[in-house]
């Protein structure tokens, strides 16, 4: 009688015990490692999930917040003064951009100053112009180590939800191209343009000259802006600076070498008719701006002097001729 009395007292128990667990009120040890379970599973799904904006997880009630809180422009707008104020402490590498720009701009404008509408003077200003162009192609090598030198601070920024990676790209290329793109040229441009004694519209229209300064300007600038697109490609892609150094540097000799100053593929020569050389020729940067450089200084100004020297049987030099251009 007694044993009965125990196994209904055990069944009792056990069924009470079971009843408790599954409403959550006892076996806290059951029901605790089953919240942990489903809260874990949640938090693991949270974090595998591809959204970009947000992630919320219906499972167990569990909601996980706004992974960026901040709007795109927000953010665009947060990592710009956090660069203006890594320049401000660190100016090392604007100043140098400027002092370089100047005494380069100084240096061209002493070197070319006042070419005349001679002969002499044609060949100084196409030789100025393609000078302007390669040093600002040259500078443009600064652009590639930009993105490995916050690189580990980036992936751990984007990892903990400060930022995505479209609003570091475009902070990070605006600020590129406004602070060492945009203004050292026009600088350059404002220094070298009247010192060489480039298109002037004379007189009769002094507004031509305005015009002109300004395409030369925008020329200059979105030649520069080109090779620091391009660097920053190659740094992209090449797996240290010291390879993106030797790659870039190749990328623009080769680019300056098919300009359209050094290379000429008029006639019928075996270089003129060579598809390589057109297809490089096609691609080069250098070949666009300089050319439209030319446009801008050569048309509509003015008569230009040819002076060949020729000597006839006595040894004198005769006159050239003048044409208008």
Known sequence: GSNDQNGASNDDGSDALLSRTERGEG??????????????????????????DRTSVPAAGLRVKEKYRAGYWRQVAMLWRRMSRNVRRHPFLILLHFVATFMAAVSIGAVFFDAGR????????????????????????????????????????RASGA??????????VCFDIFILRVLPPVFFTLITYPMVGLHAGGVDDPMATVWCLVWFTMVVVLTNVCASALCMAIGIVTPSNAVANVCGLLVLLVSVLSGGFLLNRQGDTATSTNPVVGWLTSLSFVNYAYEALLINEFLDAGTFHFTPKFYDSSGKSQGGVSVEV
Do not use: C, H, K
Not at 129 to 134: A, G, I
Not at 163 to 172: K, V
């Open 118 to 157: 001679d002969t002499g003077g044609i060949q100084n200003r196409m030789g100025g112009l393609f000078f302007v162009l390669l040093y600002l192609s040259l500078m443009s090598l600064s652009s590639l180590p930009v993105w490995r030198e916050d690189r580990l601070l980036f992936l751990r920024e």
């Open 163 to 172: 930022y995505g990676t479209d609003a570091y790209f475009t902070s990070m």
């Open 27 to 52: 076996g806290g040890g059951m029901a605790g490692s089953g919240r942990s379970s489903r809260s874990s599973s949640a938090s693991s799904l949270a974090r595998n999930s591809g959204d970009s």
